[in-house]
């Protein structure tokens, strides 16, 4: 199997370069664009054009793979999760960035078998990275190996995260009282690039300590979190007893080792190591976690992909990191 499943992660990396192709091509032309659940909830002509490509592809060499895809599950296609070898997908993580030109763009490919993610490739386009990762043989960025930042300290730390697409008044105080609790503990600076992925990215190759996010969803992650997983990483929810992937709340960092019991009420992350106290997610109105990977683990520990509640859409997966 396992030379199957090479087959098809150089399979993903050929269909993201050729998506990256579009992308930047689209980036000369005048773009149609539309909005989603919010007026800054975007999609454009671009993103349904790449997911289709990529949709054709796999149904052509794989015929018997199954598919999760962020249009496909906007236009009414179920986000439903089987045993199956499954591609999860985000064309154009980073709509709004793309539609400004501002250069954060990807595209993300998740690969998963038996509900395990088993590989996961991201191509920031516009500055023509290619991260990969497979499950057990670590993490490149355009084929150097990945490391997570070895920083044991909060106070020494750039922490990544985003605004989101909420403008509702209560969700965007919450933001930054999140924000303003994190710089006072205090960090060295708070980042975000606007690409979910890249974020996660960007913790993979050491250059941020942390990155949380909320109210995300499963095709913006499973690329990545294999990427983070293999580079030493963990992905975590602190509300979760478990480790999982989520759809809804994602937390990853480059701090490895065992949550301390003080962080039991901050918001998610992606991490070389502890996340940051305080945050709160009390709007979040979801349910969802992430993936917790100790050192040398790897990505093949137990984790879960939940229900989100939130809408406009509710992936139903349970999904092993």
Same mark, same amino acid.
């Given at each position: ?18 998506? *990256? ?72 993580? &980073? ?40 499950? *057990?043989?670590? $993490?490149?960025?355009?084929? +150097? ?74 095709? +913006? ?11 030493? *990483? ?22 490895? &080792? ?14 070389? &190591?502890?996340?940051?106290? *305080? ?12 993936? +917790? ?16 509640? $939130? ?11």
């Amino acid at each position: 199997m396992a030379d199957l499943w090479q087959e098809a992660m150089d399979h993903a990396v050929a269909l993201a370069k050729k998506a *990256g192709e579009i992308v930047r091509d689209a980036l000369q032309n005048e773009m149609k664009i539309m909005c989603k659940s919010s007026s800054v909830d975007l999609v454009t002509k671009t993103d349904q054009k790449v997911e289709q490509l990529i949709i054709d592809s796999v149904k052509e060499k794989f015929p018997n793979h199954g598919f999760i895809g962020e249009e496909s599950v906007a236009a009414g296609q179920p986000c439903l999760l089987t045993d199956d070898p499954t591609w999860i997908v985000d064309p154009v993580d &980073g709509t709004t960035n793309f539609v400004h030109g501002y250069p954060f763009v990807a595209v993300c490919i998740g690969f998963a078998v038996n509900k395990m993610l088993e590989f996961g490739v991201v191509y920031s386009c516009i500055e023509d990275k290619m991260y990969t990762a497979r499950r *057990g043989k670590g $993490a490149f960025c355009n084929g +150097d190996p990945l490391q997570v930042s070895d920083q044991k300290e909060i106070n020494q730390s750039i922490i990544a995260t985003e605004f989101g697409s909420s403008r509702d008044p209560e969700v965007v105080d919450k933001i930054f009282s999140n924000m303003r609790k994190i710089l006072c503990l205090p960090v060295h600076g708070i980042r975000g690039s606007g690409s979910a992925a890249v974020n996660m990215c960007l913790v993979a190759a050491g250059c941020v300590e942390a990155y949380y996010e909320v109210g995300i969803h499963c095709w +913006d992650v499973a690329a990545a979190a294999v990427i983070v997983a293999e580079a030493g *990483g963990v992905l975590v929810d602190l509300e979760e007893p478990e480790p999982m992937m989520m759809p809804w709340r994602l937390a990853s960092a480059s701090w490895r &080792g065992s949550r301390p019991q003080s962080l039991r009420s901050s918001s998610s992350w992606v991490s070389s &190591g502890p996340p940051l106290p *305080g945050c709160s997610t009390e709007y979040q109105g979801a349910t969802a976690a992430g993936g +917790d990977v100790g050192e040398g683990d790897g990505v093949g520990g137990p984790a879960g992909l939940r229900p989100g509640l $939130a809408p406009p859409i509710k992936p139903t997966l349970s999904l092993r990191i």
